[in-house]
């Protein structure tokens, strides 16, 4: 089974960027699809973005439409969440998960593997 391991999160000011990197330890990446999800502190789990198992589709949250980009390295075993112009909003513990399920789902239930979080603070 596929162990996802996330990194690149940290402190940065509204406006700026972060790429997180989730590496897919264990099993090849296009073996699964792919989502990222974000919880902040007293919240639920929220859907972020989910790239299908071809890699060919990928959705994406209203509230971050046009400013996240989800993306996968075939080479690299890895998939990437860039995210620009970042908000106060955005802060929270973001996750990567993967299922085997070949269509991409925003449903965190659906994902059967998990990492084990990177925090990402945008301060104002």
């Known amino acids: 089974q596929v162990q996802p391991v996330e990194s690149g999160g940290g402190l940065v000011q509204a406006g700026g960027s972060l790429r997180l990197s989730c590496a897919a330890s264990?099993?090849?990446?296009?073996?699964?699809?792919w989502g990222w999800f974000r919880q902040a502190p007293g919240k639920g789990r929220e859907f972020v973005a989910a790239?299908?198992?071809?890699?060919?589709?990928?959705r994406y949250a209203d509230s971050v439409k046009g400013r996240f980009t989800l993306s996968r390295d075939n080479a690299k075993n890895t998939v990437y969440l860039q995210m620009n112009s970042l908000k106060p909003e955005d802060t929270a513990v973001y996750y990567c998960?993967?299922?085997?399920?070949?269509?991409?789902?925003?449903?965190?239930?659906?994902?059967?593997?998990w990492g084990q979080g990177t925090q990402v603070t945008v301060s104002s």
């Open positions: 998960a993967a299922t085997p399920t070949p269509i991409l789902t925003r449903i965190h239930y659906q994902y059967d593997y």
């Open positions: 264990g099993r090849t990446v296009t073996m699964y699809a």
């Open positions: 790239i299908s198992r071809s890699g060919d589709s990928t």
